[in-house]
């Protein structure tokens, strides 16, 4: 089943404590990207990959980093998270084909930070 | 600046009766748009793209229209159904690097 996978699903930690979260998809997909979804705000980029060992800011990439050492992983990182990091976050993946694609999103992580 | 807005009351529809979602857009030139569905708790699930020279897109009982002279976007779901109740997504997508700009969402809800 073509999918994308987020690892944890639910994750309450204290500010300061580093932390991964981690992505995985299974379609070979080049393009993969992380956000965050708070309410009323909708969706915000934080970072992007357009493939391997190529990884780009969003919107909103202070606090987070990531890496892309694999085309299937895609895990975001938390050095010393603070509670306004405290938020839904879904990992996404696409084919970036001409652009146009749709984009598969995992499960998403709740993500509390005390 | 640069805004997506869409409705951000929940809007609700009895069953059976056309749902009408929108979603504007100021100081866009979007490639294309596209619709999601999201359900509490879960991811996003694309349902429609709709391209900037594209009037109108089809989708079983979907339905989106592109107006890029009103600079807006309208989501039609026909004879609604209970099952969907859900947060709708809307998705810019420019032409410069292809990253998705999102509204906040509406969400619909379907009483039988």
């Known amino acids: 089943e073509a999918q994308v996978t987020q690892n944890p699903r639910y994750l309450i930690t204290v500010t300061g404590k580093k932390l991964t979260v981690t992505c995985s998809q299974n379609?070979?997909?080049?393009?993969m990207s992380w956000y965050r979804q708070d309410p009323g705000l909708g969706l915000r980029q934080i970072y992007y990959s357009m493939n391997v060992e190529v990884t780009d800011k969003g919107d909103v990439p202070e606090g987070y980093k990531v890496s892309r050492k694999e085309k299937r992983n895609f895990p975001l990182i938390l050095e010393s998270p603070s509670p306004n990091q405290t938020s839904l976050y879904f990992c996404?993946?696409?084919?970036?084909?001409?652009?146009?694609?749709?984009?598969?999103f995992g499960p998403g992580t709740r993500l509390t930070v005390l | 600046s640069q805004k997506i807005e869409q409705n951000s009351e929940a809007l609700n529809i009895q069953e059976g009766k056309t749902a009408t979602l929108t979603c504007n857009y100021t100081n866009y030139s979007p490639a294309y748009l596209q619709w999601y569905r999201q359900d509490p708790g879960r991811g996003p699930v694309f349902l429609l793209l709709?391209?900037?020279n594209e009037k109108e897109k089809r989708k079983e009982r979907l339905k989106v229209t592109f107006d890029t002279t009103l600079k807006q976007s309208l989501f039609h779901i026909t004879a609604s159904q209970p099952a969907d109740s859900a947060t709708y997504l809307c998705?810019?997508?420019?032409?410069?690097?292809?990253?998705?700009?999102w509204g906040a969402g509406t969400k619909l809800i379907i009483k039988p």
């Open positions: 709709i391209r900037e």
């Open positions: 996404a993946s696409r084919d970036p084909g001409q652009g146009y694609n749709e984009q598969f």
């Open positions: 379609m070979n997909h080049e393009y």
């Open positions: 998705a810019l997508a420019l032409n410069s690097n292809y990253q998705l700009i």
